[in-house]
């Protein structure tokens, strides 16, 4: 895998400081809007199973975990202010500074997934905001953390892509990797059977693993049906296979209605096709709450039951719970950074 870095802000002077003569040598710097960034070619990419990269990495988490004290005080202590905000750190780190100036930074012109309009002055949006920015940096975090290969394609499609279909892969990338799967971002292909989005493999068994996010519009057997038989002939035959469908919070409002067009589609469909072990509906939910809301994420699995290359791990499809019920698909970065500024401190490094 390789790890790409975009440093700029107060990480990159500090990251500036803190290479070692052999980064430094590898490394071109130049000055960036008055800052310095590091960049090699604009971007610095290192062999994450190396050492160098290992330390490389070690010593931006350390720098970012020395930003904690700064960013605490100007969110007053505020959890989910100061999760955004290294979050947002990490994610301009790994897509870049044009990246994140598009979809996380405030603009009069915003990103339609991520919604980060400028002086919005609809609360429940930035609410919405501010849950997918935490969201996709805890996802990301949680895949450079685990087993994971194929970085280049995942960030090649961020760049490239419209934000939401990757935001949904990433997310289920990062559920896989939660729940101790090693997993590969597959380069596309344009071949049949070839052309799925993610492997992952645990005890020896690799699923291959497709994502489709779906557009608002009607809700019909139709619509779920030619999803299926379009997503059925990009997986290979030869081994278990599973089908992420993120889609619109409103189909979901009538559950009971919703569930019967569903689960006619699957009927239909599994009684012809035997490739995906499973079709798993991903919806996201906002739940009002005294002045503001809080965002959920729902997951409703539909197993075949009469698959090609049975599995029996099917617990590990879904996410884990905490015990307080909130669905659990990534590690969190702020937890993280957290842990690591109190090594620090234990250490009597100075933060």
């Not at 469908?245 to 409103?250: G, L, N, Q, S």
Request: aromatic fraction near 10%; include cysteine; proline fraction near 5%.
């Amino acid at each position: 895998m390789h790890l790409v870095l975009d440093v700029y802000s107060d990480t990159g002077r500090q990251f500036a400081s803190m290479c070692s003569p052999k980064i430094a040598r590898a490394v071109k710097w130049k000055a960036v809007d008055g800052v310095r960034a590091a960049t090699l070619a604009n971007r610095c990419r290192f062999l994450r199973n190396c050492r160098l990269a290992n330390a490389l990495m070690s010593n931006i988490f350390e720098t970012l975990a020395r930003e904690l004290p700064e960013v605490e005080k100007q969110t007053k202590g505020i959890r989910q202010m100061s999760e955004h905000a290294m979050c947002a750190r990490l994610l301009c780190l790994c897509f870049g500074w044009d990246w994140y100036q598009q979809r996380i930074a405030f603009q009069d012109d915003p990103d339609e997934w991520m919604q980060n309009l400028k002086h919005d002055p609809d609360p429940l949006r930035r609410i919405i905001y501010d849950s997918r920015v935490i969201r996709l940096g805890d996802a990301a975090y949680t895949l450079l953390k685990g087993q994971f290969t194929g970085a280049d394609a995942w960030r090649h499609r961020f760049l490239t892509r419209p934000t939401k279909p990757c935001f949904a892969e990433t997310e289920i990338a990062s559920l896989f990797a939660y729940n101790g799967f090693n997993v590969e971002v597959v380069t596309e292909t344009g071949v049949r059977g070839q052309d799925f989005d993610l492997a992952a493999t645990r005890d020896g068994v690799t699923l291959s693993v497709e994502i489709t996010a779906k557009e608002d519009g009607p809700l019909t057997v139709e619509t779920v049906r030619n999803t299926l038989t379009t997503k059925r002939t990009q997986v290979p035959a030869d081994r278990p296979a599973v089908l992420y469908m993120r889609i619109p919070e409103e189909w979901m409002r009538n559950p009971i209605e919703s569930q019967a067009i569903f689960s006619e589609a699957y009927v239909e469909f599994f009684k012809k096709s035997h490739r995906f072990n499973a079709v798993v509906l991903v919806w996201e939910k906002l739940v009002p709450a005294l002045d503001g809301a809080f965002t959920g994420m729902s997951m409703w699995p539909c197993y075949n039951n009469s698959p090609r290359n049975p599995y029996s791990r099917l617990d590990l499809l879904g996410p884990m719970r905490a015990p307080h019920g909130r669905v659990l698909l990534a590690h969190s970065f702020y937890d993280f950074l957290k842990g690591v500024e109190a090594k620090l401190l234990k250490n009597s490094a100075p933060i």
